[in-house]
């Protein structure tokens, strides 16, 4: 196996210990945006906010394992055009709380979160955009709370698979590459992993925290289409890396990540570890039991948007039926695909930023910024 097919699994992004953040910036006099804290007696969000108070709220989310520089090129760009745009770190990253105990990763916890945080911030209703762990809570803030929502936007994971835990994602497997009597799991089988062996994933994770995301973050590699992605063989060699074994050392892709960000990144997994990221992935009957609990029975009337990577061997939109139980779902869904991997929003960001506004002006107008006068 080539240890540098660890192209797009989940992966990193972060923040670090400064009130405000340029990294990446488009130029000179782009301003930085603010580092702000939504705090009650439950639960502590950090979150970067930039743009108009005033302005149409967008919160970005982030999955695993990043936190909200994951959007630093829409931090940049959208506030230019009148959006107020907030980037949670989630709980367990960054700047959040973080908790010991698996359960408090469960999705019903984490989205508690995001309309804590929408409340403090003063926003009745926002636009929602997740990618990878990200979409998932997004997806169950639109279904269990649609009055806080003018629309929704996914990347790379559709609604009605991931929250539903990986009894239904595995469901969800291009069979003819992954047959079910030797890969039950597909794709999924490294997520098995993390349930059999949490302390063992964790404990190698945070030994080497740079070169983990190193091996993760890169550009979507169309040359494995129709290719068995290693994902698929975690339980089988031990680890993502065999037995123990830390990540291979491999240059970074500075297609997805400059030097700044991931030094970012790096501290921020440094001080929280794994253990809350990782634990996304461990509460699949409370998390299925959640959205069994959704209004409408989860159908979505609201406005959604998803975007696919088509070089995303995990989540694959092309070749899987990743995407069918959303499309029975979502009643006014727009789906498009781009040609990238996994980490869209930093390996094509202009494109998803461009997704993004097209359809917002095309099916969400109500969300769009009106003229100011002088």
């Not at 770190?89 to 698996?102: C, I, M």
């Not at 830390?246 to 794994?274: I, K, N, S």
Request: a neutral charge; one cysteine or more; hydrophobic letters at 45%.
């Amino acid at each position: 196996m080539q240890r540098r097919n660890f192209l797009a699994a989940p992966a990193a992004a972060a923040l670090g210990p400064t009130a405000t953040f340029a990294a990446e910036s488009p130029g000179s006099g782009s301003p930085p945006f603010a580092s702000r804290f939504a705090r009650s007696a439950r639960h502590t969000t950090h979150y970067w906010d930039a743009g108009p108070p005033d302005g149409p709220a967008i919160v970005f989310v982030h999955g695993w394992p990043e936190v909200g520089l994951a959007w630093r090129h829409a931090l940049h760009t959208l506030p230019a055009l009148g959006f107020r745009v907030l980037a949670p770190d989630l709980r367990g990253t960054g700047r959040s709380a973080v908790y010991r105990e698996r359960d408090a990763y469960a999705q019903r916890q984490v989205v508690a979160d995001m309309i804590e945080l929408a409340d403090q911030a003063g926003i009745e209703r926002a636009l929602w955009v997740g990618h990878d762990w990200g979409a998932p809570v997004v997806w169950n803030v639109a279904s269990h709370h649609p009055s806080r929502c003018h629309g929704v936007a996914a990347l790379c994971v559709p609604y009605d698979t991931l929250e539903r835990g990986l009894a239904r994602i595995g469901t969800l497997v291009d069979r003819r590459l992954y047959p079910a009597a030797e890969f039950p799991y597909g794709q999924y089988d490294y997520i098995a992993f993390y349930q059999e062996h949490f302390d063992d994933a964790r404990a190698v994770f945070d030994a080497n925290v740079e070169g983990l995301l190193k091996v993760l973050l890169r550009r979507g590699d169309p040359s494995l289409a129709g290719q068995r992605f290693p994902t698929a063989n975690v339980r089988r060699q031990g680890g993502w890396f065999g037995p123990g074994r830390p990540p291979p050392a491999v240059p970074l892709d500075t297609g997805v990540l400059d030097e700044a960000t991931l030094a970012a990144y790096v501290e921020a997994y440094q001080r929280t570890g794994f253990n809350g990221i990782n634990a996304l992935y461990m509460n699949d009957a409370d998390n299925a039991a959640y959205a069994d609990a959704a209004v409408r029975g989860g159908v979505l009337e609201l406005p959604a948007l998803f975007l696919g990577g088509r070089y995303d061997w995990v989540n694959d939109p092309v070749g899987s039926p990743i995407t069918e139980p959303m499309k029975a779902k979502c009643r006014d869904l727009t789906t498009r695909l781009l040609a990238c991997g996994h980490w869209m929003q930093n390996e094509k960001p202009a494109e998803v930023n461009a997704a993004l506004l097209q359809w917002i002006a095309a099916r969400v107008p109500m969300a769009w910024p009106q003229p100011r006068t002088a």
